[in-house]
């Protein structure tokens, strides 16, 4: 079993950067692939930036290529993304989650593992 916290969610401008951290206990982390995904009100569950289980590969959609990175450090079970120059339509609950699978860098389906989420508000 795997247990994942996210932190670092928020209020703030457009044009404004956070960095949410999502720590994980249980099973080794480095083990699991690691997707942080959001939902706004009423839309669905999107993937918003995966990473591999190294790190070495990362895949991220388009809307926030350039402005967001993920990362991970799997000595301290902990991956990141950093979110810059955001926008009000990147308000949303983000999730972070973690999978075994081999398509870590499709979906939500193929996660198993997931964590409560953190509100990110981007005001205008």
């Known amino acids: 079993q795997v247990q994942l916290v996210e932190s670092g969610g928020g209020l703030v401008q457009a044009g404004d950067s956070l960095r949410l951290s999502c720590a994980a206990s249980?099973?080794?982390?480095?083990?699991?692939?690691m997707g942080w995904f959001r939902q706004a009100p009423g839309k669905e569950r999107e993937l918003v930036a995966a990473?591999?289980?190294?790190?070495?590969?990362?895949v991220y959609r388009d809307s926030v290529k350039g402005r967001f990175t993920i990362s991970r450090d799997n000595a301290k079970n902990t991956g990141y993304l950093q979110m810059n120059t955001l926008k009000p339509e990147d308000t949303a609950v983000y999730y972070c989650?973690?999978?075994?699978?081999?398509?870590?860098?499709?979906?939500?389906?193929?996660?198993?593992?997931w964590g409560q989420g953190t509100q990110v508000t981007v005001s205008s």
């Open positions: 989650a973690q999978t075994l699978s081999s398509n870590w860098w499709r979906s939500a389906s193929d996660y198993n593992y």
């Open positions: 249980g099973r080794t982390f480095s083990s699991y692939a």
């Open positions: 990473i591999s289980w190294t790190g070495g590969a990362t």
